[in-house]
């Protein structure tokens, strides 16, 4: 799984992280994957995964929402599924059909959507300033939040200093990038000037480890701020 090797400098990190691409285990009984999972709403749940399990399969779910500690336990069927491709950078994943659940559980999953994800959240990101240092450099906007679509990259863990993202086509360290940053229960989207930091290739032998890590540069304070107190509540190194 993505995160799972050791991260470079990970011994003298400065900054807590939370995962906020929190870990989904699914089984149709005979076989299981481990995923990561970025949307979720009380009727569906995508979850991203190198070789997902095919449509219409039925599914038992097992995971821990960020914030909470309580084991949820329901059950689905797959509507979409997508094997990742190296050649197009199609990451691999799987739309999942929610069934019905008991009521504390779907209790906990609305609950969540409504207080931190809030997934109508639209914006459009070409009118959102920039903060930090401008330069004439390719920039690469990466949303964090704010859509219900499958991308082809996604934040797996984020720090007040930066952000992990997983893609099959990870920039280049020293890359200039656009992060644009919606942190659930702010209700607002924020653009932030980042950098590659580092780069975790494509491995045929380890797939669903490749990415990029992204160090923020010049954010504002009041961005500073709503990291600092995001992670606080979700921080989670055990994700």
Request: proline share 6%; aromatic share 8%.
């Amino acid at each position: 799984m993505e995160g799972s090797r050791p991260v470079p400098g990970a011994e003298s990190r400065r900054f807590r992280r939370v995962y906020f691409a929190f870990m989904v285990q699914a089984s149709d009984g005979s076989h299981a994957v481990l995923g990561r999972c970025q949307r979720i709403s009380t009727s569906g749940i995508y979850v991203y995964a190198p070789e997902p399990l095919g449509c219409n399969q039925l599914l038992r779910l097992r995971f821990v929402l960020p914030g909470q500690s309580d084991l949820l336990d329901v059950e689905g069927k797959v509507l979409r599924s997508r094997v990742e491709d190296a050649t197009t950078g199609s990451l691999g994943g799987m739309l999942i059909l929610l069934a019905r659940q008991m009521p504390d559980t779907e209790r906990a999953i609305r609950d969540f959507v409504l207080t931190c994800i809030q997934r109508e959240q639209e914006y459009d990101q070409r009118s959102l300033p920039s903060e930090g240092p401008e330069e004439d450099s390719t920039v690469v906007p990466i949303r964090f939040f704010g859509t219900d679509l499958p991308g082809d990259e996604y934040v797996v863990n984020i720090s007040e200093g930066g952000a992990f993202v997983r893609t099959l086509r990870p920039r280049e360290p020293g890359t200039k990038v656009l992060v644009d940053l919606y942190l659930p229960g702010t209700g607002s989207v924020t653009r932030i000037n980042a950098q590659v930091a580092w780069n975790r290739p494509q491995d045929p032998l380890n797939r669903g480890l490749s990415g990029m890590g992204l160090e923020f540069q010049g954010a504002l304070s009041e961005t500073r701020e709503a990291l600092r107190e995001f992670v606080e509540r979700f921080g989670n190194e055990a994700a």
